[in-house]
């Protein structure tokens, strides 16, 4: 098992190392001057030229790419906003709190949520529990969430003044974004489990556990979950990646100083550092749920532990 998580490890970093790579890449590539974009278009060539010339943007490809690969991966420095003129991980340090806690409750929700119902319509097939809970989650799954975003803040904020529309100013503040963030996953992550479930229920392992006698909670816990959770997880890994990933959208709606809003103004400003060190994040960020969902994956299947002991065995019989 530790080899197995080792190997993931070892990929994460190459994902990082590539992910690095394509977004300074993708910004060198990028045609206009990040000088001309930060001085404005008053500015005289001669300004813009110093300006380059500070930031080091008029030095060739490799040179820059070194530059960056060396500081990113060796002497982990990110730089200063060219924007806000402060050190970038100073800034993602104050507006990671935000992101970070409506992706996690956002994913523990979905995961929560989303696995319950999906249980329930599975076990249910064809009766008044999958017929609503289908019906509830083509709703969701039809719903964009900046759309559901709007409407949560038209509702709650502007009509009935239960929230607040923006801004970060207590707990209640994070209601609506994780709501948002949420209902989404839970939908997909609903339809998984419950397609999941119904391969299971008809597996002869179940049957047999029927013709034993046994009752229907135990059949659930003991056969249906475990075996019908391992392509659910996979999914669930993927969504936190995806909740991370796109916290642009509901931050921008909402006006939360999280980094999908930093990134957000990064890109309109040219700043790449911290285009770069965001992008670098989210990547991080998915990543790591990869991880976890393969390590999960790894737990609920036996077979991914005996293939490694196995080949432990083999190489220790060898030696």
């Known amino acids: 098992m530790a080899r197995y998580i080792l190997k ?3 990929s ?3 994902i990082l190392i590539a992910a690095a790579f ?3 890449t993708i910004l ?3 045609p206009g001057e990040p000088a001309r974009m930060l001085l404005g278009g008053t500015a005289t060539e001669d300004e813009v030229r110093t300006m380059a010339h500070t930031l080091g943007t008029d030095r060739s490809y490799m040179e820059q790419l070194g530059e960056f690969m060396i500081n990113t ?3 982990f420095k990110f730089g200063n906003s060219w924007l806000y003129k402060v050190p970038v991980m100073q800034e993602m340090n104050n507006r990671l709190p935000h992101t970070i806690t409506i992706g996690l409750i956002s994913m523990i929700l979905t995961a929560l949520i989303g696995f319950g119902l999906g ?3 599975g076990t249910h097939e064809g009766k008044w529990q999958d017929s609503v809970t289908m ?3 083509m709703l969701l799954v039809s719903m964009p969430n900046f759309w559901l975003a709007l409407l949560m803040i038209i509702l709650f904020s502007v009509n009935l003044g239960w929230l607040p529309a923006y801004g970060i100013d207590s707990w209640t503040s994070y209601i609506m974004p994780i709501v948002a963030s949420t209902l989404g996953g839970v939908a997909m992550q609903a339809r998984q489990m419950r397609s999941a479930v119904l391969d299971v229920v008809r597996a002869d392992y179940v049957t047999t556990a029927r013709a034993k006698g046994q009752t229907e909670r135990k059949i659930t816990m003991r056969h249906i979950l475990p075996n019908a959770a391992m392509p659910a997880i996979t999914m669930l890994g993927g969504h936190l990646g995806g909740i991370v990933g796109g916290s642009a959208i509901i931050e921008s709606v909402f006006s939360i100083p999280g980094v999908g809003l930093y990134m957000l103004a990064g890109i309109n400003a040219r700043d790449y550092p911290v285009v770069r060190t965001c992008v670098l994040f989210f990547a991080l960020v998915s990543s790591i749920a990869m991880i976890l969902t393969d390590i999960g994956y ?5 077979r991914i532990k005996a293939r490694y002991t196995n080949r432990k065995r083999k190489e220790e019989k060898e030696a």
Not at 298 to 302: G, H, K, M, T, V
């Open 8 to 10: 993931r490890l070892l």
């Open 12 to 14: 994460m970093i190459l």
């Open 22 to 24: 394509l977004i300074f």
């Open 28 to 30: 060198y590539l990028t």
């Open 73 to 75: 991966f060796v002497r």
């Open 119 to 121: 249980i329930i319509a």
């Open 135 to 137: 019906a509830i989650t």
């Open 298 to 302: 790894a737990y609920l299947d036996p």
